[in-house]
Nanobody, 128 residues
Framework: QVRLVESGGGSVQAGGSLRLSCAGF????????MGWFRQAPGKEREGVAA???????SYADSVKGRFTISQDNARNTLYLQMNSLKPEDTAMYYC??????????????????????WGQGTQVTVSS
């Protein structure tokens, strides 16, 4: 049974940094790509960043230059380094793994999973 567990969320002031981690358990076959999406109360799910199995990355325009997605070599831990945080970054952040190539390795793809799983989420709150 595949399971993703996020950690690293918290409360910071605007301009601060956080590093989210996602530990994966129970993989039975290779995933196509992984990533992060977020959802704030009353808002739609938003893809933040995605990373392909070859290491190529893509980001939402709203986080480009501020967030960095990375993974360890064994692809069992995913990270999201978040710098220069803004109040509008406040949301629940979810790690996701996708086994399908239908939607592609993009933030939109990670936000609209075709055949994937996601974790329980970790809250990020940025105060002004």
């Amino acid at each position: 049974q595949v399971r993703l567990v996020e950690s690293g969320g918290g409360s910071v002031q605007a301009g601060g940094s956080l590093r989210l981690s996602c530990a994966g358990f129970g993989y039975t076959y290779s995933i196509q790509y992984m990533g992060w999406f977020r959802q704030a109360p009353g808002k739609e799910r938003e893809g933040v960043a995605a990373i392909d199995s070859d290491g190529s990355t893509s980001y939402a325009d709203s986080v480009k230059g501020r967030f960095t997605i990375s993974q360890d070599n064994a692809r069992n831990t995913l990270y999201l380094q978040m710098n220069s945080l803004k109040p509008e970054d406040t949301a629940m952040y979810y790690c996701a793994a996708e086994w399908s190539t239908v939607r592609g390795c993009t933030p939109r793809g990670i936000a609209t999973l075709h055949n994937g799983v996601w974790g329980q989420g970790t809250q990020v709150t940025v105060s002004s």
